[in-house]
């Protein structure tokens, strides 16, 4: 064999190489796209599902309802332990239908390297009836000891204390927005 054969079958060789190991890594990242996006659709399912539960009536302060939501998501998240893959972006509560269907969007991006950068999942929101006579928790907040702001449940705000109150309460008594579990609405 001469010299330069010898350098092109290298050179041949290389090529295979990167090939195949491109090749693995957009098999591995196609992967992982697949079990993010899975989890994450149990994910949202999931904080729905409890949404469900509260049974929010959906004209009743949407934004506080996407705050809440956009928390019970990141909490499953975490307890899926995918919070190192995905980051959520928006989080909102769609009307359909005129009155008919609500629904969540949830938007989220991948913190890896993927061929989509950005996933949109959408489930149904069964809110309750403000005329069925229960007792909705959107309208409470919760205020702490000594502070000045109210929150709503899962701000980390609330490690110390943490006191039930009706919103509408909370506003009369001089309570502000949390900056932190309310920042969608500050920025409003
Ligand atoms: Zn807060």
Known sequence: MKRSEKG?????????????LILLFG???TLLTIF????????VQSASDEM?????PFTDRTELLGELMRNKVIKQIANRSIDN???VHEVSLENVNGNAINMWEVSYDYKFVSFADNEKIHVPYKSGNENDGLK?????VYITTYGEKYHIDECFHLRKSKFPIDLDEAVKKGYEPCKNCHKNIESR
């Open 8 to 20: 092109s079958v290298t050179i041949e060789a290389t090529i295979v190489v990167s090939l195949v």
């Open 27 to 29: 098999c591995l990242g």
């Open 36 to 43: 993010v996006d899975t989890q994450m659709e149990w994910a």
């Open 52 to 56: 469900n539960i509260i049974g929010i």
């Open 85 to 87: 893959f995905v980051e």
């Open 136 to 140: 909705f928790e959107t309208s409470t």
